[in-house]
């Protein structure tokens, strides 16, 4: 069975910076992309960014210019660098991996992974 866990979370203030962990593994042999998503007690889940097994990548407008998402193929693992970080930031943040063939652009959509992680709390006070 696939896994997926996500390190990193916390609190921090605002303009601070957190970076996410999601170490992936027993994932199916084809799995064209990883992404992160958010969600809070009052949103719905929210694609923040995504990233193929290629290195493309692409990130929510709401984010952009402030977080980056890369991948390290041989750790199976993706990361998600947090920068300039706001209040409305604040949410559980989790990785999801999509199996099937790449796609471009990279979708932002959640229905179109299959695996979860159980997400990991990012608090951004003022």
């Known amino acids: 069975q696939a896994q997926l866990v996500e390190s990193g979370g916390g609190s921090v203030q605002v303009g601070g910076s957190l970076r996410l962990t999601c170490a992936a593994s027993r994932l199916p042999y084809i799995t064209s992309c990883m992404g992160w998503f958010r969600r809070d007690s009052e949103t719905e889940r929210e694609g923040v960014a995504g990233?193929?097994?290629?290195?493309?990548?692409r990130v929510a407008d709401s984010v952009k210019g402030r977080f980056t998402i890369s991948l390290d193929g041989a750790k199976s693992t993706v990361y998600l660098q947090m920068n300039a970080l706001k209040p409305e930031d604040a949410a559980m943040y989790s990785c999801?991996?999509?199996?099937?063939?790449?796609?471009?652009?990279?979708?932002?959509?959640?229905?179109?992974?299959?695996?979860w992680g159980q997400g990991s709390q990012v608090t951004v006070s003022s």
């Open positions: 999801a991996a999509k199996e099937g063939v790449s796609q471009w652009p990279v979708p932002l959509e959640d229905k179109y992974y299959t695996y």
């Open positions: 990233i193929r097994e290629d290195g493309m990548s």
